[in-house]
């Protein structure tokens, strides 16, 4: 039997990250659950922000932003970001800060992966603003990539440890890999 819970958007595991921009010249960053993939190629991301945190201004005011994924051991910095505004909390000094190619989309050292984003497209709908995002550089801490044939390849989601928030207003970490892309289906085949 399946029970009704009325319409809501039931997507999981849901990502925590924190959305950084530069507003006035100082970074200030956003607890954001609400942003994904849109294509690989090109590397197309989005975000949602409520169109009254400070952060998005600092977005429109840029047409740059960041995506920093904090990991568990960032958790309460990370929920506070969430719980103040940059209009208030000088949300700057909480962590240390660096700029990639882009310049003003301030990204955060500790978390283990940055994405450094020029927004392409931007609309509002509702009480947010949706900022599609291109990717112009990735930013993953050394110890966390797999190495193949010598060269570092893509990071471990162990060693990134991301926080997983859930709808239930839980935060989550992540499991043990269970397969292999590509290759589970296979069994299914005929013939
Ligand atoms: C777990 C969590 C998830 C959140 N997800 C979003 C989100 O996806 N979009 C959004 O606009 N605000 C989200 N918020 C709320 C903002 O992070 C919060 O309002 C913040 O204070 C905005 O900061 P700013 O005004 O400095 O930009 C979330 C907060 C928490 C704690």
Redesign the pocket.
Known sequence: MKTKLGPMPLIYPIP?ALAGANVEGRA????????GVMGLRPPLVYI???K?????RGVLENGTFSINFPPTELLSLT?Y???????QVD?SALFDIFYGELGSAPMIEACRSNLECRVEKEFSIEA?HIFVGRVEQTYVDEDCLEEKDGKPVLPDMRKLDPII?ALDNRYYRIGKPIGVGYEEGKKHRSG
């Open positions: 925590i200030n960053f956003a607890t954001i659950g609400d942003c949602s922000l409520h009254n945190h400070h952060t998005t929920d970001c969430g719980i103040v505004s940059g209009k949300k947010r928030y």
